[in-house]
Nanobody, 115 residues
Framework: QVQLVESVGGLVHPGGSLSLSCAAS????????MGWYRQVSGKQRELVAR???????NYAESVKGRFTISRDNAKNTVYLQMNNLEPEDTAVYYC?????????WGQGTQVTVSS
């Protein structure tokens, strides 16, 4: 049984930083892509950033220059470093991974940016 376990989000002031991690566990042969999505109540879930096994990275335009995604293949873990956070970054953040051809989601973690 494959699971994605996310770190806890939190409350951050505007301009602050927060780091998220997501570890995949279980029987895993290959992970094609790992990434983060976010969702605000009443809106569609959107891609934040993702990193492919070959090293390619995609970022949403709204987070470019502020967020950095990285991946530790040996630990099957993906990280999201979020800097200069804005109130508009407030959302539930979900880890996502395509593992052995199947898409998996984490349980979601709340990130709130507010003064």
């Amino acid at each position: 049984q494959v699971q994605l376990v996310e770190s806890v989000g939190g409350l951050v002031h505007p301009g602050g930083s927060l780091s998220l991690s997501c570890a995949a566990s279980g029987t895993i042969f290959s992970i094609a892509v790992m990434g983060w999505y976010r969702q605000v109540s009443g809106k569609q879930r959107e891609l934040v950033a993702r990193v492919f096994s070959g090293g390619s990275i995609n970022y949403a335009e709204s987070v470019k220059g502020r967020f950095t995604i990285s991946r530790d293949n040996a630990k099957n873990t993906v990280y999201l470093q979020m800097n200069n956070l804005e109130p508009e970054d407030t959302a539930v953040y979900y880890c996502n991974a395509r593992i052995d051809g199947t898409v998996h989601w984490g349980q979601g973690t709340q990130v709130t940016v507010s003064s």
